[in-house]
């Protein structure tokens, strides 16, 4: 006990920085959860608060501990949200993708159905105004209703 009290005794500006960076490495290794993030940051203020104000070990672990829970709830809350944002919601759905997407007609629509190339792949179609269009036609996928489109001429 009486060295972990040492340690926390000897705890200077650059051993908060090399525990910060240890967080970082450990956030890193987490896959970017932000959740380590956090703490990270909190023990980076504690360094730089440390170089221009030293103070005890006590105030600066309870310094630690309310600015990883304040900088825990506005990230969640306010910054997770905005580095979300960008993220493409449709990876791994196909049928989004193709939204939006041209195609052409692969076989002649009969009543307002058919098949349209898209790619390498042939995908059922159904024509937006129900058109019986020719096969040759370019046209854009508008919407998908499980494995058939919804298409509209170009």
């Given at each position: 006990?009486?060295?972990?009290?040492?340690?926390?005794?000897?705890?200077?500006?650059?051993?908060?920085?090399?525990?910060?960076?240890?967080?970082?490495?450990?956030?890193?290794?987490?896959?970017?959860?932000?959740?380590?993030l956090w703490p990270a940051a909190a023990a980076f203020v504690i360094a730089l608060v440390h170089f221009v104000l030293p103070m005890g070990w006590q105030v600066?672990?309870?310094?630690?501990?309310?600015?990883?829970?304040?900088?825990?709830?506005?990230?969640?809350?306010?910054?997770?949200?905005?580095?979300?944002?960008?993220?493409?919601?449709?990876?791994?759905?196909?049928?989004?993708?193709?939204?939006?997407?041209?195609?052409?007609?692969?076989?002649?629509?009969?009543?307002?159905?058919?098949?349209?190339?898209?790619?390498?792949?042939?995908?059922?179609?159904?024509?937006?105004?129900?058109?019986?269009?020719?096969?040759?036609?370019?046209?854009?996928?508008?919407?998908?209703?499980?494995?058939?489109?919804?298409?509209?001429?170009?």
């Amino acid at each position: 006990m009486d060295a972990l009290y040492d340690l926390l005794m000897q705890m200077n500006a650059w051993h908060w920085l090399i525990f910060a960076a240890g967080l970082l490495v450990l956030e890193l290794l987490s896959g970017g959860t932000t959740y380590v993030l956090w703490p990270a940051a909190a023990a980076f203020v504690i360094a730089l608060v440390h170089f221009v104000l030293p103070m005890g070990w006590q105030v600066e672990w309870s310094l630690f501990a309310l600015l990883t829970l304040l900088f825990t709830l506005v990230g969640s809350a306010w910054l997770k949200p905005i580095l979300n944002k960008g993220g493409q919601d449709d990876l791994n759905d196909r049928a989004l993708r193709v939204i939006g997407q041209n195609a052409e007609v692969a076989s002649d629509f009969t009543n307002g159905a058919g098949r349209v190339q898209l790619g390498d792949t042939q995908w059922q179609a159904i024509s937006e105004a129900g058109d019986n269009l020719k096969a040759g036609v370019k046209v854009v996928i508008k919407s998908v209703d499980g494995v058939t489109l919804k298409v509209a001429p170009t």
